[in-house]
């Protein structure tokens, strides 16, 4: 039976992290990232990246691996983190996938076809979208390629953008390379979850520890770096709002308070992709102590692995 591959997901502020650490020494294994902001070198504070001495040896692959400059691609994060899976495995031991950037962990461990794409045709599409507003574009996909109309939020202008970009060209409907959940090698997909209310709380303290923790010298030296000139890092939360703040557009409470909201809708948005996947057992880390959790999952991988 082929080796196993694991994957750990879930809202922000779960403790995602610490507990792939855990999972990796416990069962031989190598971490490989699956946050799209992580991917940054320098963005340590604002990401929650677990720092290089609190990692136990435990070795992490497709962090740190871009310039705040470069743009994130799923396309060539699929690439190399397929690439390190396997180099994981053949190595004998167990890749731990963890992170809760949806598409990533899916371009990762699914079937998942990515299609080209093309600053022109994107542009030109956008610029009707400015234009001409949704209507007439989401008309036009339905024409074309009704499943994935039916399967795109009716207001989400950039998924329709995308989906009218792939057909162009590719001359397939964009719902042929929509994704399935199916894995590309035995997986077992495991999630932290919990209360809702006591998430929020973690999240909103763990906005004012960034900054507390120096989030507004890290962007300074980013921007040192062409921060500025990055579209996808300088957008990333807690680094536009600090960013705000050293230009003056926004005090250092508010830029903390924007920095809490928008986290708390990113994890609407994760418990909501995260949460429509059967795959996923889930565990509640705030009703278990680390080892507990640790033994728990421990025991669900070793029963659902290639040799349970």
Known sequence: MEPLVLGVVGPTATGKSDL????????????????????YRGMDIGTAKVPQ???EGVPHHQIDVLQVTQEASVAAY?????????????RGRLPVVAGGSGLYVRAALDRLEIPPTDPGVRAALEQRLDHEGLAPLLAELRTADPRAAAAIEPNNGRRVVRALEVIALTGRPFSATMPTREF??????????????AL???VDRRAADMFAAGLLDETRALVDLGLRDGRTASRAVGYAQALAVLDGTSTLEDAVADTALRTRRLVRRQESWFGADPRITWFDPLQHGPEELLTRMVAHVTHNGPHG
Do not use: K, N
């Open 20 to 39: 792939a650490i855990a999972l990796a020494r416990r069962l031989d294994g190598e971490v490989v990232g699956a946050d799209a902001s992580q991917l």
């Open 53 to 55: 001495v609190q990692r």
């Open 78 to 90: 699929q690439r190399h983190a397929r690439a390190d899976i396997e180099a994981v495995l053949a």
């Open 184 to 197: 590309v090698r035995p997986t077992v997909l495991v999630g932290l979850r919990t209360d809702r209310a």
């Open 200 to 202: 929020d709380l973690r």
